[in-house]
């Protein structure tokens, strides 16, 4: 996608919700747009309070064009903490571990974190967790990117469904392209809930919660109806289902990928059988939230395969 425009926008209000809300900006189909977003409790690069919880949302940008049935393309550029402090808690969600155990998961405490960006990393700034310098690789991701939600809902900044929202899919990072269906007029796309790092499943209920400097670009594929969120990278096709039960949303994913290889690689629904029952992987994106999330995805190299034979 080549850059029409490069926009620049200092978020001064956030929403909770997605929907309900008039642009902040518009953007035209290859534009580039340059913002921020604070962390899950309001916290912006300053730290200051500068929203309420939950997941404070930036936007939301309307992209000129869009109508429903269109798919809006999100490419994002560049994600990266705009802070050092970060934060996590302590305990991973009792709901994860037998019950007969959930006894011994402890009261919520807060756990404090420091981005290193000369050396790439996240360490543990708190001392008193026995777990000596733990340090992981800096890996930005988006846990909330979505648009305004069909039939007029507004939806909690907590949960998704197919406008996608609060995925927290490890893969939405730097390098991503996200496909999102269009349900209102303009799309109405909102970004929020960055984490410096985050487990799969975010079984604790937040990765290193910080605010972020975002950098990404929109187009549009029109008259492209999209059931579920999709996205690439160099490497892998991805469809994401947002539900629960968890099986509910793996349906979701499943379904949406045999749909994109119908769409895009002309396959049938027994071909596209015989490939994803021996090719795909799935992923675990998100087991905490309202409504969880499944990845299903298909590495292009196999594909690939199929297709040049």
């Not at 690069?45 to 269109?70: C, H, I, K």
């Not at 006894?103 to 404090?112: A, F, I, L, M, S």
């Not at 708190?126 to 846990?143: K, Q, T």
């Amino acid at each position: 996608m080549k850059s029409m425009a490069v926009h620049r926008f200092e978020p001064e209000r956030f929403h909770n919700v997605f929907g309900g809300h008039e642009a902040v900006l518009s953007l035209s189909p290859g534009d580039l747009l340059i913002t921020r977003t604070v962390d899950a409790h309001g916290v912006d690069s300053q730290m200051r309070q500068v929203a309420v919880r939950p997941n404070p949302l930036t936007g939301p940008f309307s992209v000129r064009g869009a109508e429903p049935g269109d798919t809006l393309v999100v490419q994002l550029e560049k994600i990266l903490p705009n802070r050092e402090p970060g934060w996590t808690t302590n305990a991973i969600d009792p709901a994860l571990v037998d019950p007969d155990f959930a006894r011994n998961v402890p009261e919520k405490q807060y756990v404090e974190w420091r981005v290193n960006k000369k050396s790439k990393s996240v360490f543990l700034t708190d001392a008193g967790w026995s777990l000596g310098r733990l340090e992981l690789p800096l890996d930005p991701m988006l846990g909330c990117v979505g648009v305004a939600p069909k039939d007029g809902q507004m939806l909690s900044s907590m949960t998704s469904a197919e406008h996608g929202g609060n995925m927290d899919w490890c893969g939405c990072r730097q390098g991503v392209s996200l496909y999102l269906p269009v349900f209102n007029s303009g799309a109405l796309l909102y970004i929020g809930d960055g984490h410096a790092v985050q487990s799969d499943g975010e079984i604790g209920g937040n990765g290193v919660e910080i605010s972020m400097d975002v950098e990404l670009s929109v187009d549009l594929i029109k008259g492209r109806e999209t059931g579920w969120p999709r996205a690439e990278d160099d490497r892998w096709l991805y469809t994401l289902g947002n539900a629960r039960p968890f099986f509910q949303a793996l349906q979701h994913a499943t379904t949406e990928m045999i749909r994109w290889l119908a769409q895009d690689y002309n396959l049938g629904f027994s071909e596209a059988s015989i490939l994803m029952s021996q090719s795909i992987r799935y992923e675990v994106a998100n087991i905490f939230d309202p409504a969880y999330t499944a990845v299903c995805k298909l590495e292009k190299a196999t594909l690939d395969g199929v297709l040049n034979s």
